[in-house]
């Protein structure tokens, strides 16, 4: 929310520095992200600066507030006139081509002079006609014949707003000769207000943080002028059929009046604090929200006496029934359904509850009597009505996070007040106040004692009290004990223990944060308890960082279509057994994914234009349904994606070996190695996105825990992927994690020297390379100390149907020194049950 300095002003006494301001605004809870500077001098950038300053100062001496006292006709240029122009000093001739003045044209000395925002020669300021907010200096020239040397300035041209199709026109008491700067120089505060905090939307809202946090007196506006119109009662009636949705709902009534266009103050602050004026009835009711957090709608009551044929109108709040429309104030004809909350008549629709008007009753320049409302609703179905239409406004940012029903007869009462100074008309007297639902403002007790423990401060019970009696709470001390009756402009406070909880927040704000000192901490601490899985799923995560793979975090939220891309074509997924969202913020975010692969298969698709290698893994859940449970299973998965060049080109490698089937069970076969698993077995099977012939199920101890190998190439084709081929895996974790050891077995590095040797045997082409291993490694027994696969041949030496296998064999032990005897011994050991059990034979025999 924008903030403007000199409305916030109006509601508090500020002497505080821009700076200083800023930092106590943040440290209540208002963070100010940006200031935006209009005419005030910037503070100086040391390099230090802690808030984020644009805009632009207005020099003392070269803006000034002038009067022009006769608009002229230019001798050579219809688009161009004259001013006679004062700037209290002397005056001038000054050229200008704003459309705002020609109505003063030729008419002489005006009776009442147009007060206007004047710069120098020399001044520095926005160009007006260049997009953007360029500065440029005035320098003497001439246009069409005549010297020009200074002008009147629009409020782009001040970096007040974007307009700049006319000059400003400042109100008539507005002082000549004042510098611009001291009478209407401004800053602008944009605060990011929490969703709790929700009542701090409105100028008073911030005024009334400060107010507690400075001590300073909250000057709250009240409505001055007394109703001289007639009674409202029998010119407006009030029907509400679901208070749960409409706990409050509040109209006035003003007659007489005529939109014109606002003061300039008025447009002013509206621009500097994002909204762009409009006319004085419609900027009142802008005004008035912007001020109390209140949104109000003002109809044209005439065209409501119509559609109620000639009667008083009866305003009625309901559901949409099947089939209604409404066409907004934004022109847009939209389709109701029946989760819709309506401002009706007896005739219709009139409005979207909490969120926009509708075209038909607006206010336009014929309106003449003006039926104001104020109201309350539930926000839960306004924010789910916002995001249902894709409609956001001012009302539903406020109304969707929840205004407390009690503003608005407030909020009316000074609307109209504001609609009778700006545009005339008459106020009837007294409103129609609708009040069916209203909420219960919590009583919260607390005690020194729970602030004590809670925020490690010690304050007195009186002490307590004054801080939250600053926030308008209505305290009673009783001893160490508060009462606190929460004030009715707060839906915040919770009863019980968590309006206690509520309370500490609040008096930890204003005592302020940096006052709270560093306590040790005086209760017992908790025992630690480790979480084994999150442990086991972080370690796994920092394993394969390590095995130079990237961790990718996609969405929840997808597609049916999106997911079924990762299988083959005719294969088909049943709709039913997804999880749906009631309310998705896009088609393509309508289910809960069933399918991790179909996630990192589309970050290899997005990146394989712009990478040479690509190697990511996520770990994430999907979710299934499940028979007879509201709540669907949450399995967690990890999926490995792999494709590219297996290592980057560099200027000393060109045209490297592409990444293949083994690279991709190499790194699991690390993973699961530091993950100390034993009996991992990689074995032939069938997957429908895999490969045939081209995957493998992994197992760990006989337990199957996922499968890996190539994407199949009609899989592949789903997807725009530039690389030759992707391989991937897909592991379950709910049944890897448990298998993880608490604890495992170490050796030390053993001081003796290891004796290496290499056999090549020659085995039946169908006998894996992993049983031989395995085979090795039980025979060798603990004398064995490394086996590793560094040769396989097939040709025709050793004949058709068999391969060689060469494996380097490393014996090393951990309490003396292996002989050679020893080994040969072992060597032959390993031989001969190979050719017992697999029909080996020694390659060198």
Known sequence: MKIPLSWLKDYIDIDLSLEDLARTLTMVGLEVEEIQVVGLPLPENNGRQEFKFSGLHWDLDKFIVAQINEVLPHPDADRLTLCRLDDGTKELIVLTGAPNLFPYKGLGT???????AYAREGAILYDGHKPGYEL????????????SFSMVCSEKELGISDEHEGVIILDPNAPTGTPLSDYMGDAVYEVAILPNMIRDASLVGVARELSAVTGKTLKTPQRQVVSTGPKIEGLAAIEINDPSLNPHFVVGLIQGLEPKTSPYWVQRRLRLAGMRPINSIVDATNYVMLETGEPLHAF???VLVKRAGGKPPTIITRAARKGEILTTLDEVERKLDQDTILVCDTAGPLSLAGIMGGLESEVTEQTRNVLLEGASWNFINVRRTSSRLHLNSEAGYRFGRGVHPALASWAVDLCLERMAAWSGG?????????????????????????????????????QIAVILTRLEFTCKVDGDIVQAQTPPHRLDIGEGVIGKADLMEEIARIFSYNNIPETNLADELPPQRNNLELANEEKVKDLLAGLGLQEVITYRLTSIERETRAYLQGQTVDPENYVRLLNPIATERSVMRQSLLASVLEVLEKNSRIRERLAFFEIGSIFLTQADESLPDEPRKLVIGMSGKRINESWDLKNGDNLDFFDLKGILEKLLENLHLEGVIFQPTEHPSLHPGKSAQILVAQTPIGVLGELHPRVKQNYDLLTPAVYVAEIDLEVLLPLVPLRFESQPVSVFPPVLEDIAIIVEEGIPADKIEALIQQTGGKLLADVRLFDVYRGERIGTGKKSLAYSLTYQAQDHTIESGESTALRNKIVRRLERELGAVLRDN
């Open 110 to 116: 005006l009776a009442q002079p147009l007060k206007v």
């Open 136 to 147: 440029t200096k005035l320098k003497r020239t001439k246009i069409r014949g005549i010297e």
């Open 300 to 302: 044209d009551y005439d």
């Open 426 to 462: 008459t106020i009837a007297q007294g409103l129609v106040d609708n009040y069916p639902q209203p909420p219960v403002d919590p009583l919260v007790t607390i005690s020194v004692q729970d602030v004590q423990r809670k925020l490690g401060v010690t304050l007195s019970a009186q």
